[in-house]
């Protein structure tokens, strides 16, 4: 039986870093400069107009549903490529690839993300190369992965089973709790260090342990 790695991106491959800053430090700048208010102020009213939302809506990865919101007229793509210097692979993603890729593992990534987030940070850390599929949940689906009909999605359309894929990701519910309903070999990484479990890891290398101990 065949068997399939996935990875969650921001967070789990990368360091969240870029889009941290993103959202929360060069959006609010462009809107104080637009509104010629305080970037307080417009931190703080973008920040609201994201609590509104919350990350089980679609819209909250949705770059040009923000710009269109917030009246922006300027190029979203813009940002996104001003900012690249922020883009940073944790420094046990490539290596943990290269084992998996080594032993013939097909690899994907499933991420709430939208596209465009993916592709440029998949491009400037030279990560794209390694996998067969990239999927983005919120691009691809018009979903987010919270319901396991999404993972169930997901691996018929690659043509397995649930209990010959494995997933790892930031989120304790989106990454592992709702994988694991499907039986997806789903484990939650915690890269803080905060929380001890059955199936908590800390680094990359816990999770290649754990997929190569079952080839």
Request: proline letters at 2%; charged letters at 25%.
């Amino acid at each position: 039986m065949q068997t399939i790695v996935s990875f969650d991106l921001d967070g789990t491959l990368v360091h969240t870093g870029y889009p941290d800053h993103v959202w929360l430090s060069a959006l609010p700048q462009l809107y104080s400069e637009h509104y010629g208010i305080s970037y307080e102020e417009a931190r703080d009213s973008i920040l609201l107009e994201y609590e509104k939302i919350g990350p089980e809506r679609i819209e909250w990865y949705d770059i040009d549903y923000w710009f269109k919101k917030f009246g922006l007229q300027s190029d979203w793509n813009e940002l996104l490529e001003a900012n690249i210097d922020k883009i940073l692979a944790y420094d046990d993603s490539k290596e943990t690839l290269e084992v998996l890729k080594d032993y013939g593992f097909p690899l994907i990534i499933i991420s709430n993300a939208k596209q465009e987030f993916i592709d440029i940070q998949l491009k400037h850390t030279g990560l794209r190369k390694y996998f067969t599929h990239v999927f983005s949940c919120t691009s691809d689906f018009g979903a987010v992965k919270k319901v396991t009909g999404f993972y169930d999605h997901i691996v018929e359309l690659l043509g397995v089973s649930a209990q010959g894929m494995y997933h790892v990701g930031d989120h304790y519910k989106f990454d592992y709790e709702v994988p694991r309903e499907l039986g997806i070999h789903s484990y939650y990484i915690d890269r803080k260090n905060e929380k001890r479990g059955r199936h908590i890891i800390h680094g990359l290398d816990e999770y290649l342990s754990f997929v190569l101990s079952n080839k």
